[in-house]
């Protein structure tokens, strides 16, 4: 009996499928999935790092809110209060001059951790196909953005890492997706880098000297880290206008008053923990990501990024904890 069309055309399509099948198992370039589960973990973890730089900033803000409002009620010249206000001013504006650069990392930071997080989907469709190509692009935008603020010249990655990931559907999908992984991981690493020395240059602004000691941070390589320890000053400050406004009122003072600078002191302490955390989960996240760009190259290196991956989770569970504990009082 002869065979019909319909299997004949089924036979042509196994033996296509099979020897698609049998190139891309050949090909060195193709990730297995332990190697895609690890950067999906990353990816993950990462995606929670860029809240804690923004939470250190805004509790310092509040805290010198605070010591501010202390401090007007000890003045009795209208000149020296105005002083107070503007010292108050210029320094948010350098403060936020200062930050300028470090939101920019962190939006670079973000995005690509949102990219790698559909870059490593399950399931990877054409909407998810869309979603990375959008996520890609506001990659390359921030990048972009970062090198005209800087005056650098970080090479793009994100739309062409999405794009790659096109595929004919199938069998071939996931080669085509995990070419996209590599390509985004590997050709990110610089960025990654030189976003992570951003990110610490803002945080050290907050810090003394001895909180960076031990750490290995990625501003070692250049000159010091400027460090005005901001959070203990405004601490300081803090004491210093309440016992001025105990000292005026004859010892008698309000609760208020007592339960204002108490909240205020434990914040500064907490909000020093979350900066310090902060740093050395930067210090995790270049050297996972570094371990990552190793496991995705050369497969012998999965197990030293499983360690480096993992380290990440715990150090961004950590200051996670101390963010939310932030946040809730």
Avoid at 38 to 62: D, L, M, Q
Avoid at 166 to 192: C, F, W
Avoid at 247 to 255: E, R
Wanted: hydrophobic share 45%; net charge neutral; with cysteine.
């Amino acid at each position: 009996m002869k065979p019909t069309y319909a299997i004949v055309r089924q036979t042509i399509a196994l033996i296509v499928a099979a020897a698609a099948l049998a190139a891309l198992q050949g090909c060195t370039a193709v990730l297995t999935p332990s190697q895609v589960k690890e950067v999906g973990t990353f990816a993950e973890a990462a995606k929670n790092y860029g809240t804690f730089p923004g939470t250190v900033i805004r509790s310092h803000a509040e805290l010198r809110a605070r010591q501010k409002l202390l401090e007007a009620a000890t003045m009795t010249s209208g000149t020296a209060a105005l002083r107070q206000v503007e010292a108050a001013v210029e320094l948010r504006q350098e403060l936020a001059r200062r930050a300028t650069a470090a939101d920019s990392a962190l939006e670079i930071l973000n995005d690509y951790a949102a990219l790698l997080v559909k870059l490593t989907g399950d399931s990877y469709t054409g909407e998810l196909q869309g979603s990375a190509e959008s996520l890609g692009g506001a990659v390359d935008r921030a990048i972009d953005r970062f090198n005209k603020l800087q005056g650098t010249n970080l090479g793009s990655f994100g739309a062409l890492a999405a794009a790659g990931a096109r595929g004919a559907g199938g069998i071939y999908i996931r080669h085509e997706q995990a070419e996209a992984l590599k390509q985004a991981i590997t050709a990110a690493d610089p960025v990654v880098e030189a976003m992570i020395v951003e990110v610490e240059r803002l945080l050290a602004l907050y810090l003394a000297p001895a909180d960076l000691a031990g750490l290995q941070l990625a501003i070692a390589a250049g000159p010091p880290p400027e460090q005005l320890d901001l959070i203990r000053n405004v601490a300081t400050d803090l004491r210093e206008s309440y016992r001025r406004i105990v000292d005026s009122a004859g010892g008698k003072q309000q609760l208020a008053t007592v339960l204002l600078v108490a909240d205020g002191l434990t914040g500064a302490d907490e909000t020093v923990q979350l900066a310090t955390q902060a740093l050395r989960a930067a210090e995790t996240y270049r050297a996972a990501h570094r371990a990552l760009v190793q496991n995705v190259t050369e497969r012998r290196w999965l197990k030293n990024a499983i360690g480096q991956v993992q380290t990440l989770v715990q150090e961004v569970n950590t200051a996670n904890k101390l963010r939310k504990k932030l946040a809730a009082e």
